[in-house]
C-alpha cells in the first residue's frame, strides 16, 4: 500500500523568500513520485517528477525537489518566491503494487507568498 | 493540442437528481482516472481505466457511482440520486501509458453542488 503525508495544511513566505514544502511518503516498492501544483478553479499541473533517474529533480518555474529514500521524503523547494507562486501544492506517490500504478495523493499544502 | 477537457464545468442538482458528468482524455492516451476532490482535500481515487476495461472501481463511494468509456476515449461518470455529501469537485485525469512513470494529465474538473 502506498501513503502521503504532507506536512502543513498552509505555509506562508515572504516575496523572495525561500520555499519549502514537505512531503513524506510510505511505498513498499520503488515509488515514482509527483509534484503537482493547482490554482483556483483549475486542474492539476505537474511541476516535476522523480521516476529512479537522478535524485535531484528540476522542475518547471525554478522548483525542485530531492528523492531521499534513507526518510522517505520527497520536499518541494524554490530558492525565491514570486507572488505568481500562491496555489495549492499537491505531492503524489504511485507504485506497482496492485499492477496498476495508480497515484494517491497527500492533503495538499496551500503556499500563501506576502509581498 | 488540446488537453483534457471536461463538460459541464460546473452542475447544480437538486437532492435525488441523476448527473452525468463528461470527460474528453488526450487523444491517445491509454489510461482514464476519475478523482473526487473535496474542499481543501487532495483527489481521492474513483475508478481507472485502461482503454475501455474498467480495471479498478475501488473508490467508488456507493452503488449510486457508475463510470464507463465504450470506445476508450470519452468517459462518463454517472451518479444517481445525488446527495448533499456528493457535492465535490470530479476531475478527470488521462496517462499516455499505463505505465506509473508517465504523469497525468488533469482537465479543470466540474464542480458539482447538491442543493
Known amino acids: 500500500a502506498q501513503s502521503v503525508t504532507q506536512l502543513g495544511s498552509h505555509v506562508s513566505v515572504s516575496e523572495g523568500a525561500l520555499v519549502l514544502l514537505r512531503c513524506n511518503y510510505s511505498?513498499?516498492?520503488?515509488?515514482?513520485l509527483f509534484w503537482y501544483v493547482q490554482y483556483p478553479n483549475q486542474g492539476l499541473q505537474l511541476l516535476l517528477k522523480?521516476?529512479?533517474?537522478?535524485?535531484l529533480v528540476k522542475g518547471i518555474n525554478g522548483f525542485e525537489a530531492e528523492f531521499k529514500k534513507s526518510e522517505t521524503s520527497f520536499h518541494l523547494t524554490k530558492p525565491s518566491a514570486h507572488m505568481s507562486d500562491a496555489a495549492e501544492y499537491f505531492c503524489?506517490?504511485?507504485?506497482?503494487?496492485?499492477?496498476?500504478?495508480?497515484?494517491?495523493f497527500g492533503r495538499g499544502t496551500s503556499l500563501i507568498v506576502h509581498p | 493540442g488540446a488537453g483534457v477537457s471536461q463538460s459541464p464545468r460546473y452542475k447544480v442538482a437538486k437532492r435525488g437528481q441523476d448527473v452525468a458528468l463528461r470527460c474528453d482524455p488526450i487523444?491517445?492516451?491509454?489510461?482514464l482516472f476519475w478523482y473526487q476532490q473535496a474542499l481543501g482535500q487532495g483527489p481521492e481515487f474513483l475508478t481507472y481505466?485502461?482503454?475501455?476495461?474498467?480495471?479498478?472501481k475501488s473508490g467508488l463511494p456507493s452503488d449510486r457511482f457508475f463510470a464507463e468509456r465504450p470506445e476508450g476515449s470519452v468517459s462518463t461518470l454517472k451518479i444517481q440520486r445525488t446527495q448533499q455529501e456528493d457535492s465535490a469537485v470530479y476531475l478527470c485525469?488521462?496517462?499516455?501509458?499505463?505505465?506509473?512513470?508517465?504523469?497525468?494529465?488533469f482537465g479543470p474538473g466540474t464542480r458539482l453542488t447538491v442543493l
Open positions: 485525469a488521462s496517462r499516455p501509458r499505463a505505465s506509473g512513470s508517465t504523469e497525468q494529465f
Open positions: 511505498s513498499s516498492v520503488p515509488p515514482y
Open positions: 522523480y521516476t529512479s533517474a537522478a535524485t
Open positions: 503524489a506517490v504511485s507504485d506497482e503494487s496492485g499492477g496498476s500504478y495508480i497515484p494517491t
Open positions: 487523444s491517445g492516451h491509454v489510461s
Open positions: 481505466f485502461q482503454n475501455e476495461a474498467q480495471l479498478d
